[in-house]
């Protein structure tokens, strides 16, 4: 069966730090990779997906970036963290067409 | 541009009632369309899908319908528990692969 793996689960930052999130996917093959923000008591905000190694397309303008060195990993970085990057971010996995998306656990950022 | 609506939250009920909450999509061609529920502090889950028109999902005693017609695919539950108590997103996966989700409708159930 496919799980998702993300870490940290939480994680407290500085201002002006960086930023590494890691997501791993197991049990399937070449996945469509997706990051989502949710700010606190919002819907969820696409920030980056891939369609494949070194594929990245960005949803949002901002300081952060993704990339994807292997098939089945998917990491987002941040050079430094700004106040309004704290959030809930989730990262998510699909394969075919038009099926359903799914999810990670989540990492809980809080930059103070 | 496609895109999903659902109703504004948040929603609050006693224990046994009746649930429902409104979704309505725009899009061309046949989506695929998705309920997702979300706990405290966790990840969405896949609830419950439906791939074409008429189609029913259902799960956890949930249901939603693909209308066409209507372009509409409301989540309900005949009698809905504390533990139903969560954020609830439709979604919808167009013909280009994208994926489109609501703003989340919080429903909290009280005993």
């Known amino acids: 069966s496919q799980t998702i793996h993300q870490w940290p689960a939480t994680l407290v930052q500085p201002v002006g730090s960086p930023l590494s999130l890691e997501c791993t996917v197991e049990g399937t093959s070449n996945p469509n990779l997706y990051w989502y923000r949710q700010a606190a008591g919002r819907g969820l905000q696409l920030l980056f997906y891939s369609v494949g190694i070194g594929q990245i397309s960005s949803e949002v303008p901002q300081n952060l970036s993704a990339s994807r060195p292997q098939d089945r990993q998917f990491i987002l970085s941040s050079k430094k963290l700004l106040l309004s990057d704290s959030g809930f971010y989730l990262c998510?996995?699909?394969?075919?067409?038009?099926?359903?998306?799914?999810f990670g656990p989540g990492t809980r950022l809080t930059v103070l | 541009g496609n895109s999903v609506t659902q109703m504004e939250g948040p929603v609050t009920l006693s224990e046994e009632a009746f649930l429902t909450i409104n979704c309505t999509y725009t899009?061309?061609?046949?989506?695929?369309l998705f309920w997702y529920v979300q706990y405290p502090g966790e990840g969405l889950q896949l609830l419950l899908k439906a791939t074409k028109a008429d189609d029913k999902g259902s799960n956890k005693g949930f249901e939603a319908t693909y209308r066409k017609e209507t372009t509409s695919f409301h989540l309900e539950k005949g009698s809905v528990q504390v533990s139903d108590s969560a954020v609830y997103f439709c979604a919808l996966s167009d013909t280009e692969d994208q994926f489109y989700f609501g703003t989340g409708t919080s429903l909290t159930v009280i005993p």
């Open positions: 899009a061309t061609g046949y989506p695929s």
């Open positions: 998510a996995w699909s394969v075919g067409w038009r099926n359903e998306q799914f």
